[in-house]
């Protein structure tokens, strides 16, 4: 009985250790040492009959693989974990007949490739029908060969009868004409899948035709997208956003980056393809210059996507001009998504006293902040304001605005370079998130309506210069934070 318990506890342990690993290098060493050579780890001597069994006796508890060729090897010491170019063929050609799959039970694999794009070839071995996520993320591509070899992996999982992924990630720096065909091809066999991430960074010259062939290759059922789109006129812009949605009309989360001309898209009308997806409920759009949004647009917006949970529509940081909303369009928001757990937007930047519509006379001004809308405070738990700018002698009437917006004591507030700068919007920002902090904890004073009592408190501590110390960085984590961040 002892020895049946043992054993029980044994299985559930080493279940536990082998479900996940971050390198396939355990599992290579289970059929024979690994030694430094000139092309990368080898196997230091000939693979016994015995070791396979010992090998299967521990890889069918493998659910999920993860490998880098670029993270150190613990055991050799050296700075990568790459492979010899024929690892994958001696894994294929010596593992014993009758032997099967060499993980039967794995339903993810996630493979990057950084420092030698032949290690892309070691995940084919690998790969099997139980495979239901496949993510793979490429350095840069500085050669033709490379693209050759990323070609030929795909042809050959194209070609593969058992593979049919719910998840398929591609991550890649640039995508030449080749890649974009082979992609197409893998995906056209792949009707069932659910989830597709391509963040390509640019593609390579003359790919047009290429790429239309790509996106009209998506899957029909996806859900979930996260893409970029490349155009260089209007005309192309729409085509290929509407061969994307009508390809996939079922999405639910779509994240596009939006490469194109300068200034465009900038407006609702640009928005306008998007429309049709009435369920999506997550949208981040990236784009140059980003979307200037009225109230009018944000309400339009709100009845295209009644079930919007997450909505993100910023422009790349360092661009300009930047468009986004004026900050009282915070409050059109309130009205238009009441679903909403996130937002994503860029605030540009405040030229007046912002204009709060409970202040507009004190008599009425508490019957207005009780009726005015607010964020679900249940579920909204994210503004992301990006590159937006604030000065200082507007924080006391953004951080009023947020108050009565939002509840939620949680509430954090994102935003460039928040974590790392010690001056500027992002010291702003953080000052905001804790006077929003402050008011939520404390305990209102009955006497008074709940905005005034909010703005004396927000005065106050303005006023005093008291600040708690997540507002001011410690040096050091300052520099930790941006070791981190390069």
């Known amino acids: 009985m002892a020895a049946r318990t043992s054993s029980l506890w044994s299985d559930i342990a080493l279940d536990w250790l082998w479900r996940e690993l971050d390198s396939v290098l355990p599992l290579l060493r289970l059929l024979a040492p690994l030694v430094e050579t000139t092309t990368g780890l080898a196997f230091a001597e000939r693979i016994e009959p015995r070791k396979w069994e010992r090998f299967r006796y ?88 490379d693209n050759d070899v990323i070609t030929r992996f795909l042809d050959t999982i194209w070609a593969r009868q058992d593979l049919s992924l719910d998840t398929f990630g591609f991550h890649i720096y640039g995508a030449s004409t080749q890649v974009l065909q082979s992609l197409a091809a893998f995906l056209q066999s792949q009707p069932k899948m659910k989830a597709l991430q391509m963040p390509i960074t640019h593609f390579g010259p ?8 790509f996106y009209r ?42 490469d194109g001309i300068l200034n465009w898209p900038s407006a609702l009308d640009n928005l306008a393809p998007f429309l049709a997806l009435g369920n999506l409920e997550e949208l981040n759009l990236v784009t140059l210059h980003g979307f200037h949004l009225d109230p009018e647009d ?33 409050i059109d928001f309130t009205k238009a998504f009441p679903n909403l757990s996130g937002l994503n937007m860029y605030i540009e930047p ?38 937006s700018p604030l000065e200082d002698e507007d924080i006391p ?18 935003c460039k370079g928040k974590d790392t700068e010690m001056e500027g919007p992002a010291l702003a920002w953080r000052k905001v998130e804790a006077l929003v902090q402050l008011v939520q904890e404390g305990e209102q004073d009955p006497a008074k309506p709940y905005h005034e009592w909010c703005r004396a408190l927000i005065l106050d501590t303005v006023a005093s210069d ?21």
């Not at 709100?302 to 790349?316: D, E, T, Y």
């Not at 508490?366 to 005015?372: D, E, G, T």
């Not at 300052?478 to 390069?486: D, F, K, R, T």
């Open 206 to 213: 003359n790919s047009d035709v290429a790429q239309d062939l």
């Open 217 to 258: 290759s998506y899957p029909e059922g996806l859900k979930r997208l996260m893409t970029t789109v490349g155009f260089r006129s209007p005309t192309e812009y729409l085509t290929r956003l509407q061969t994307i949605i009508q390809r996939a009309p079922q999405l639910r989360t779509l994240d596009l980056y939006l």
């Open 397 to 414: 009437d953004m951080a009023e605005l947020l108050c009565v917006l939002c509840s939620n004591p949680s509430l954090e507030i994102r």
């Open 466 to 486: 008291e600040w708690p110390e997540s507002v001011f960085l410690e040096e050091e984590e300052e520099e930790e934070e941006e070791e981190e961040e390069v």
């Open 298 to 330: 944000i309400a339009m917006l709100g009845r295209s996507f009644p079930k919007m949970v997450r909505l993100g529509l910023q422009p790349q940081p360092h661009r300009n001009p930047r468009l986004g909303i004026q900050a009282t369009s915070l």
């Open 58 to 145: 521990y890889s069918q508890r493998v659910r999920c693989l993860h490998h880098d060729d670029g993270d150190p090897d613990s055991v050799t010491e050296l700075d990568s974990s790459s492979l010899v170019p024929d690892t994958s063929l001696i894994l294929l050609t010596l593992k014993p007949a009758g032997f099967g799959v060499l993980l039967p039970n794995v339903q993810e694999i996630q493979w990057a490739v950084s420092h030698d794009i032949v290690n892309l070839q070691h995940a084919l071995p690998f790969l099997h029908g139980s495979l239901k996520t496949l993510i793979l993320t490429l350095g840069g591509v500085v050669n033709p060969e």
């Open 350 to 387: 405040i030229r007046d006293p912002l204009k709060l519509p409970w202040r507009s006379t004190e008599q009425h001004s508490q019957a207005q902040s009780q009726s005015l809308p607010s964020f679900n405070p249940l579920i909204f738990e994210s503004l992301h304001v990006g590159s």
